[in-house]
């Protein structure tokens, strides 16, 4: 599993990273780009350049590369996932403790261009959880995106990209609350990137607009009217990259945002702020790839009964492939977060995510993950931390894999309205991420 889909889980209880990463407010997109397709457990060709390679077993630390499907000048991946899992605490509550069954089923298709200049991709997927006892908990997201890459000429490219989703609040987390299910709304996003790329100097810039539309829900019967956490998310972000050498390189960036709540309350919410990082990037071989940046972050709350934030920024993110069996990564960053409640005016989020893998024989993956998160509010006294493990086993085969999984969760609570709770998941499924190949015997 990557340690990026790990780092951007929005649940506790291992939603897939499609369903939890809506928005990045201060990874730089080209920092973003990087991460998901880098600081990884599973590296593409890493361990292939040491001299000292074992042979086979390293490649299983590269992500199964599904062969496609040819339509036209388009190739489509199609995948799917199914998995059981038992949970001894769904709701993750303390005084609502229950365990129950559910099975997850996360079908995507994801069709590419293969044009020799220009490129184009959609993505559609979904994730499907029904639970044996608890059927209140039952929840389909859907999401799609539509992205693409305009060649201008002289190492110039436009990247429009738009997308829409339909996601939920993950139990336990800063945007969950106590309603007969799972918190549910619609999220559109449209982004543009203009960069120059290819020389000693890159240069990226990035607009984005977001719209979150939450969906009223009921509690005990009762309806619930969540328009109060509707809201327009907008950020535009600038990153310099001066390479020294094909190793070694490095970079500022600089981001603006502003949260517009549509429902003006007696508490205004809306605030804007920026965020400075300066960082280095380097890469030996296969080894070691490594961003890491620090800098200054600040948010101007319009409610004057929270103070605004000013602090320590950081982003990281990097993996190390001390031996062809074995990567480890680590990634890490701060956000600023939409308010989940009227009293609050906003949520200062960090997460901090390790893991690593070994390749036992050739076609077993064992893995380790551990993340911390900590949501500090802003405007009420809450402030909740949370760490979460597992462990992991995978079989690789030609079309799909088999897993198992045991994991751990544990989140501590000081102040109002705290969610302090403690839980256990166990899993096996399988994914199928080469379909067409099991009809050709």
Known sequence: MALAAYLHRCSPDWNPPAVCNDKAVRVPRRASAWITATAILFIPGTSNAQPWQLGPPESLLAPATPTGIRVGTLIALPQIGVDGRYDTNIFNSTEDKADDLVVVVDPSLTLNSDWARHAASLWLAAEIRSYADNTGENSTQLFGALSGRIDLGDRLTAAPAVSIARRIEGRGTFGDELTDEPISYVHKQAQFRLARTGGRLEVALTAQAADYDYEDSSLNGVPIDLSYRDLGYYAGSARADFRVSSRVGFFVSGTVDKFDYRLQTAQPRDSKGYSLLGGATMRVSGLLELEAAVGFVHQ?????????????????????????????????????????????????????????????GNRILLGLQAGYVSDDFRGVDRHDRRLTGEATVEYRMSAASAFAGVGYRKQWSSGVDGIPYSGASFRLGVKLHSPSRLFRG
Not at 317 to 334: D, L, M, N, Q
Not at 340 to 347: F, L, N, Y
């Open 300 to 360: 101007n709350f319009d409610d004057p009964l929270a103070k605004d934030f000013s602090g320590f920024d950081f982003h990281v993110a990097g993996k190390w492939t001390p031996y062809p069996r074995i990567a480890v990564a680590v990634e890490g960053r701060r956000s600023v977060e939409r308010s989940p409640t009227i009293e609050a005016a906003g949520v200062i989020e960090t997460r901090v995510a390790v893991g690593g893998q070994y390749a036992l």
